[in-house]
């Protein structure tokens, strides 16, 4: 120690000669043949082992034991020093090592990036092996349930927003699953395994699920038939009072917190105005190791065949969750940050757009262009620019093709091709009556408006349309 605290010393003393050098502006050779010796003297010094702390590492990716089953979906790597690697399974454990990471304890923020599957692939149900994710989590210690209500609020405003269809937000909570997995006699070690096995009841019958849980999972069929007396019950509040007097469930510490929890969780959705496109649903256990409080997964429903029937969900497009431990995981002292949120499917919702508008026979728009400027006739090319300029300045969004002289056809064409709904035709005529030709691309109407009235025209048509698709 001695011997250290002397090599110490001279580094110090090194330093200080070093910098000296560089304030009296010394010769380069001087400082460098200086600083040399500082190296060398650090190098004798090596690293001091009693100082080492826990450091995560960016780009490592410590993800085995989050995802309980699905984590045989992860894609594993490995660096150029053997190091396990991951790609990206999802953007809640990197946030949750981000907070750890920066001592966080009170953010709330959206995310909209890609992420990985080692999974089958289904295009027709936008199920990738890559593909984004937007989440919105809220990390913080708030009084309960008013953060995850709002995670639910947003959901539902995002869905309606997308008019992509009925759906419906199903809810559960995971200490009511572990309640009831323990009354119901199954083996702590057997929870989690048992769990992945009734979040497959939205897939298939539950006489599958039973099976899997005789068969491979090694359950009793006593306890499984017990177990399906609870998760094959679906409601709303009045499920919730009703499991509040099970006497054997009400009897269990875990089930009645996270029972009470879903009570007042419903009294902030009624307040919201979202409680009607919401269902307590025992089914729902969500696979990821994760969660510790309440969990939720938004289906679309597609009508009915016949009358009567129940909607039959056409694939989850939404889901979230509490995870209060996730961020002690990732701490070097443990420290817990309580956390909510909520991933949208954004492949998923983009092909369910895209396969209803195919069965509508409706072009799929790939532009927010509202406008193209085109020209009737050649030699128009710096006529163009300055109305297209005209256009940007006034917030239009507008485009014209990149060619001097390109035909009025093609220009009318592409139009089509991209769902552009409006075109300003500049031509001779129409510069000496100083007007311009606006013609509706699916109609085909053309009208004459004066130059000076060509932006208050277009963000009327442009906002009667949008109030069209709002209808």
């Known amino acids: 120690m001695a011997e250290r605290a002397a090599l110490e010393e001279l580094v110090r003393l090194q330093g200080e000669r070093v910098r000296g050098l560089k304030q009296q502006k010394a010769s380069a050779e001087q400082i460098e043949e ?37 984590s045989k979906l992860i894609y594993d790597l490995k660096d150029q020093g053997g190091e396990l690697l991951s790609l990206r399974y999802d953007l809640t454990v990197p946030f949750a090592r981000y907070l750890a990471m920066n001592k966080l304890t009170n953010i709330k923020r959206y995310h909209i990036a890609k992420v990985y599957r080692r999974d089958n692939p289904a295009m027709t149900r936008g199920r990738y ?16 349930m008013i953060p995850d209500a709002e995670c639910l609020k947003i959901m539902c405003e995002i869905l309606s927003s997308l008019q992509i269809g009925d759906f419906l937000v199903k809810v ?33 019958s539950w006489e599958e699920v039973k099976s899997e849980m005789v068969g491979e999972k090694g359950l009793a069929p006593e ?10 019950q679906h409601g709303g509040v009045s ?15 875990q089930a009645l917190e996270g029972l009470g929890d879903l009570k007042l969780l419903f009294e902030y959705l009624t307040l919201f105005g979202i409680d009607d496109k919401i269902s307590f649903d025992l089914s729902l256990a969500r696979g990821l190791d994760y969660y510790t409080g309440v969990i939720y997964e ?7 065949a016949q009358a009567g029937e129940e909607p039959l969900g056409v694939g989850s497009v939404a889901a979230g969750g509490r995870y209060d431990g996730l961020v002690g995981m990732f701490d070097p002292k443990g420290r817990k940050v309580p956390c909510v949120g909520l991933s949208i499917g954004v492949e998923r919702i983009f092909s369910i757009v895209e396969q209803r508008l195919e069965a509508l026979e409706e072009k799929i728009r790939t532009t927010e262009t509202q406008v193209l400027v085109a020209s009737a006739q050649k ?11 005209e256009l940007w300045d006034a917030g239009i969004k507008a485009e014209l093709l990149y060619k001097k002289n390109p035909k009025l056809l093609n220009q009318l064409q592409y139009c089509e091709e991209a769902g552009i709904p409006l075109v300003a035709i500049i031509g001779e005529q129409e510069l000496k009556d100083g007007v311009i030709k606006l013609r509706s691309v699916a109609s085909r109407e053309e009208v004459d408006v004066r130059r000076e009235d060509l932006v208050e025209e277009i963000k009327r048509r442009t906002s009667l349309a949008s109030l069209h698709l709002l209808n």
């Open 34 to 70: 200086e600083v040399a010796k500082l190296l060398k003297l650090k190098t004798q010094l090596g690293p001091d082992e009693s100082k080492q702390k826990f450091v995560l590492k960016t780009p490592k990716e410590t993800l085995t034991g989050k995802y309980g089953e699905d």
């Open 129 to 144: 092996r890559e593909f984004y994710q937007c989440d919105f989590d809220i990390a913080g210690q708030f009084d309960p």
């Open 172 to 204: 559960n909570d995971r200490r009511i699953l572990d309640g009831m997995f323990a009354i119901c006699g199954v083996p702590d070690s057997k929870f989690r395994t048992i769990c992945s096995s009734v979040d497959k009841l939205d897939k298939v």
């Open 223 to 232: 306890v499984a038939d017990h177990i399906g007396d609870y998760v094959q």
């Open 239 to 253: 499920l919730v009072e009703q499991l509040l007097q099970d006497p054997k469930l009400s009897q269990n510490k």
């Open 298 to 304: 938004a289906v679309l429903l597609q009508t009915p």
């Open 379 to 389: 030699k128009l090319l710096e006529e163009r620019l300055k109305l297209v300029s």
